[in-house]
């Protein structure tokens, strides 16, 4: 949502990587990936709104974490603006031969022990 006169800064990631029904990030080690989130997250520092937004190309998925295993300064600079409180979005996409269409939010597990599936 863009409010008039609020200050926004925003990038976005779309790259994902599906395991079960959960949905990882990054698929590759990402240096860029975290300097947009240390960017987020001085720009939340100097008064913006600031927000990160993952498109997951899948219908099937319900949960979204970060990659640790394949990317820990990610995974610890999204945890990070998370603290600071720039917004983090994840939705998933019904995906058809001539399009691609934003469904439902999936959540968000920055630190996830557990996770049920259902």
């Known amino acids: 949502m863009i409010i008039p006169g609020k200050k926004v800064h925003a990038i976005f990631e779309q790259r994902l ?5 959960k949905v990882n990030f990054p698929d590759a080690p990402t240096e860029r990936g975290t300097k947009h989130l240390l960017e987020l997250i001085e720009a939340k ?7 990160v937004f993952f498109v997951i190309q899948r219908e099937d998925a319900k949960f979204f974490s970060p990659n640790d295993a394949m990317d820990p300064a ?3 600079a999204l945890r990070a603006a ?3 409180g720039v917004d983090i979005f994840a939705y998933r996409c019904k995906v058809k031969p001539d399009s691609i ?3 439902e939010t ?13």
């Open 74 to 76: 990610f995974g610890k």
């Open 101 to 103: 269409e934003l469904a």
């Open 17 to 21: 990587n599906r395991f079960v029904a």
């Open 45 to 51: 520092r100097e008064g913006f709104g600031a927000g």
């Open 82 to 84: 998370a603290r600071v």
């Open 106 to 118: 999936v959540k968000i597990c920055l630190v996830c022990r557990n996770v049920s599936l259902h």
